[in-house]
């Protein structure tokens, strides 16, 4: 099994260009995640998806859209970046909600707005 | 807003000492999550300790919880060089919430 598996690795960005974030997972989980983290602050929660046709926002989803496209993705997308969008971004996913919720990390996208 | 705080921030110790690492909180929770981040990767899942639990072993690792002072503490024993790496408390209410996270730095 890949785990939790994420593209691009790095990616720079112009101020107002647009881009998608890629993340699958192959281990039948419900539940998916974004996350971001940035130096000094942890990891906050942009949006989630409990199950296939739901997402819900996080803590932080001012300038984020995404999509639950299957069971097993679940895309980010930035419309217009901007510098305060640089970070580091993990998505994750987890078992049924009738277990805790133990989550599995992919290894991150770098992203870079100029 | 953070639910866990970890202290200290950082810490560097020998090897084949004992590093512990501490979290607060502060609302009500089902269960508390540790999670380690090698620099450059994503979090792994290290051990999870129920609210009606006080103490857990894995390994090397051992988690207590205080429900009462709000607290956990995860203790690595016997260090290596190879523990190396970031900590985070997560706390589990409705969602997972992590915390900032102590960074742990073992010399040979």
């Known amino acids: 099994n890949a785990g939790v598996t994420q593209t691009p690795k790095f990616q720079v960005l112009k101020t107002g260009q647009s881009m998608t974030l890629q993340c699958a997972q192959d281990?039948?989980?419900?539940?998916m995640y974004w996350y971001r983290q940035d130096p000094g602050m942890g990891l906050r929660l942009i949006y989630y998806?409990?199950?296939?046709?739901?997402?819900d926002k996080g803590e932080v989803p001012n300038g984020y859209n995404v999509s639950r496209l299957n069971k097993r993705e679940f895309s980010l997308r930035l419309e217009s970046a901007a510098p305060s969008q640089t970070s580091v971004y993990f998505c994750?996913?987890?078992?049924?909600?009738?277990?805790?919720?133990?989550?599995?990390f992919g290894p991150g996208t770098r992203l870079t707005v100029l | 807003s953070q639910q866990g705080e970890e202290d200290p921030q950082a810490l560097s110790i020998q090897e084949g000492e004992n590093a512990t690492m501490n979290c607060s909180y502060k609302?009500?929770?089902?269960?508390l999550q540790w999670y380690r981040q090698n620099s450059g990767r994503g979090l792994v899942h290290l051990i999870l300790?129920?609210?009606?639990?006080r103490e857990k072993h894995s390994g090397r690792l051992r988690v207590t919880l205080d429900t009462s002072k709000k607290s956990s503490s995860l203790l690595i024993t016997a260090s290596r060089a190879a523990d190396t790496a970031s900590y985070f408390c997560?706390?589990?209410?409705?969602?997972?919430?992590f915390g900032e996270g102590t960074q742990l730095t073992v010399n040979p």
């Open positions: 994750a996913s987890s078992a049924p909600t009738s277990v805790p919720d133990t989550q599995y």
């Open positions: 281990m039948n989980h419900n539940s």
């Open positions: 998806s409990a199950s296939e046709g739901t997402t």
């Open positions: 609302t009500s929770i089902n269960n």
């Open positions: 300790i129920r609210s009606n639990e």
């Open positions: 997560a706390t589990d209410t409705f969602r997972l919430t």
